[in-house]
């Protein structure tokens, strides 16, 4: 743990260790607010008259002001001072922000972050960031943790993508923390894909935030179909090449430049276009989810990135939760975007 801040700038959660490589001078904390006091002396007699409280008796507060010191990592390739510099100051400039605290991901802070400035120490770059923040201190807890899969069926030496979601997807609990049991059935890899180890059964657990959602896999000898695809200009979530028959099917597409290409998306199951009943569309159209609750025959996904129309479209809505990949970051499995 580097006792990260989590920012989430508009749709975008960014921690300032896994992304801009800002280690804190020292542990973080959050400035506590100022009551506000204000006195009226009153003339011809020894006292004042206390305003400082709101007709209901309550203390107003001031705005959450300080800053937070931070050691630049710029070892890293493409990440030199001038680049980081410039990418957290594009970030922040003008924008009001919600952040948390790494050791606390529960509460979270409102208000404006920014850069005030970068020296060099010893050696050392460091960048400071000052922030004005509401007084309130605010409360988001993970309520619920989603899979894509709770009862899942492989062959030994097949893969499957496990996708997870938090609940509220607002949260600052990014870490996800996905364990195995018996190790020697199955393995969690890298981008916590599933690898069946052995013939056997094992659950695979899931938890964020002190909740958890649990998977039952069973490794046997099953009848499984394959996992076809052409992509261009498009990004997957769940790249397995195969999947046991009667198993349950979820995939997430993305196109790279969502602000001039749209996705166009077309998914064959038994050689039969199933695209209308399995396939759901972004408001954008820029993303797509495929969710098939069964898989009866061989998978076959094309979908390329084509030019925006002028004209609106119409589309479903999305699913009400949000399932995304996990990457293992230091250790630790993190929420992908």
């Known amino acids: 743990m580097y006792h990260s801040?989590?920012?989430?700038?508009?749709?975008?959660?960014?921690?300032?260790?896994?992304?801009w490589k800002l280690i804190p001078s020292s542990r973080p904390v959050i400035a506590p607010p100022i009551e506000r006091t204000k006195f009226v002396t009153v003339p011809c007699r020894d006292g004042a008259l206390d305003y400082s409280r709101t007709p209901a008796n309550r203390p107003t507060y001031d705005d959450r002001t300080g800053k937070i010191e931070f050691y630049l990592e710029n070892d890293y390739a493409g990440w030199d001072w001038e680049t980081a510099y410039t990418t957290i100051c594009e970030t922040l400039k003008g924008q009001r922000v919600r952040f948390a605290?790494?050791?606390?991901?529960?509460?979270?802070?409102?208000?404006?972050?920014?850069?005030n400035q970068l020296k060099s120490d010893k050696g050392h770059s460091k960048i400071t960031l000052e922030y004005n923040l509401h007084p309130t201190m605010y409360t988001l807890k993970v309520e619920a943790v989603a899979l894509n899969v709770y009862d899942l069926k492989l062959n030994r030496g097949m893969e499957y993508q496990l996708l997870v979601g938090v609940g509220p997807t607002n949260t600052f609990y990014r870490k996800m923390n996905v364990t195995a049991k018996p190790r020697d059935v199955v393995k969690i890899t890298q981008n916590g894909t599933i690898l069946a180890l052995r013939k056997?059964?094992?659950?695979?657990?899931?938890?964020?935030?002190?909740?958890?959602?649990?998977?039952?896999?069973?490794?046997?000898?099953?009848?499984?179909f394959t996992i076809e695809r052409a992509l261009d200009g498009v990004s997957e979530t769940n790249p397995v090449g195969s999947i046991v028959a009667g198993m349950s099917y979820q995939n997430v597409f993305n196109v790279g430049d969502s602000e001039k290409e749209m996705l166009e998306l077309t998914v064959e199951m038994g050689g039969t276009d199933v695209t209308g009943s399995c396939v759901v569309m972004a408001e954008d159209n820029a993303s797509a989810q495929i969710k098939m609750a069964s898989v009866t025959g061989n998978i076959k996904i094309t979908a390329h990135a084509a030019a925006k129309p002028v004209a609106a479209m119409l589309c479903a809505d999305i699913l009400p939760v949000e399932v995304k990949p996990l990457?293992?970051?230091?250790?630790?499995f993190r929420l992908g975007r």
């Open 5 to 19: 801040l989590i920012i989430n700038v508009g749709d975008n959660y960014i921690d300032t260790w896994d992304d």
């Open 101 to 115: 605290l790494e050791d606390n991901p529960s509460h979270y802070y409102s208000g404006l972050l920014w850069v």
């Open 200 to 224: 056997g059964t094992a659950v695979v657990t899931a938890e964020c935030g002190g909740m958890k959602a649990e998977c039952a896999v069973t490794v046997g000898a099953y009848e499984s």
């Open 327 to 332: 990457k293992r970051v230091e250790g630790a």
